[in-house]
């Protein structure tokens, strides 16, 4: 009986002091209390900008394009980009507070969530993407791209891609001289033409149906480049935006000649002056 009280003591006393000596670790980088892995206090003799953003839990386990999936993080600390496997995230925001990150899912795939702060790295496996066949997810070119990839993001035993030129029935996709591998987890685009625009495409497997896929063509104002929007050299593509181009305007620039594009969007803070005698035509 006296061996059964005493060692009841010593687990009380282990436990007690490996608890305080917990909380005052977390005291000293910047967290006063911690209840079920929750930060309850603002950390505030922590640089943020020098602060380690670790990943403590995330929620859903599984998400889709489109669904925001919560992160909490070890302490409350800047988050600068978040991935989901090695695609970025469409947003995210972050509760200094709480130390909670809400980002939206954007490509994705399956594999690790991974943040960004300038300071650290930190990632968390386990996450699972979960393609839909209703999402419409942006697949954004150059005009000056001749080829490129869409990553299907399904499993499968066999594969076949299609497309859509009306925004109303799918066709189904063969090997030919703008495509390669019709019938793979991977749709190669060849020849590509800016006119494509607005195409979308799919691929189906025997386990399930992919992200809609949908071609458009960006084009944005390199930062700190002249004001010429006729210079190649101050866009993003190197080449100038074209009638089927969405265009962004992130620092001041000056048309000299009449340009009709698909649609535009000017950041705050950047002006684009017209040159009187001169028109910019959108079409969208």
């Known amino acids: 009986m006296i ?7 010593l687990v009380c006393w282990l436990f007690c002091n490996l608890q305080k000596s917990a909380a005052q670790l977390l005291k000293k980088i910047g967290v ?3 209840n079920n892995m929750s930060i309850t206090q603002p950390v505030t003799n922590v640089p943020v900008g020098n602060c380690p953003a ?3 839990t995330f929620t859903p386990q599984s998400a889709g394009y489109g669904d925001t999936v919560t992160l909490q993080l070890l302490i409350p600390c800047t988050v600068t980009s978040v991935y989901f496997g090695n695609e970025p995230a469409l947003s995210f925001s972050v509760n200094m507070f709480t130390g909670v990150v809400k980002a939206v899912v954007g490509k994705g795939n399956s594999g ?3 943040i960004y702060n300038g300071y650290n790295i930190d990632a968390k496996a386990g996450f699972k993407y979960l393609p839909s066949p209703n999402a419409v997810v942006p697949f954004s ?3 000056s791209t001749s080829a490129a990839v869409i990553n299907s993001v399904i499993t499968g035993s066999s594969f076949q891609w299609e497309v859509s030129l009306d925004d109303a029935t799918f066709n189904l996709v063969n090997n030919d001289a703008n495509h ?7 749709l190669k685009l060849i020849n590509i033409s800016s006119s494509w625009t607005g195409r979308k495409y799919r691929c ?3 386990n399930t ?12 104002r390199m930062p700190n480049s002249s004001r010429v929007w006729e210079d190649p050299v101050n866009w993003s593509c190197g080449v100038l935006p074209d009638s089927n181009t969405d265009v962004l305007i992130s620092s001041n620039v000056t048309l000299t000649s009449n340009v009709t594009v698909h649609s535009i969007k000017i950041i705050p803070g950047a002006n684009l002056i017209i040159t009187t005698g001169y028109t910019l035509t959108i079409l969208k």
Request: one cysteine or more.
């Open 209 to 220: 149906t992919s992200n809609i896929y949908k071609i458009l063509f960006a084009n944005w």
């Open 54 to 56: 670790l990943i403590l």
């Open 112 to 114: 690790q969530i991974t």
């Open 204 to 206: 189906v497997s025997n």
């Open 3 to 9: 061996k059964t009280r005493f060692s009841l003591l």
């Open 32 to 34: 006063s209390e911690i």
């Open 141 to 143: 070119l150059c005009t």
């Open 180 to 186: 390669d591998g019709a019938n793979t987890p991977d």
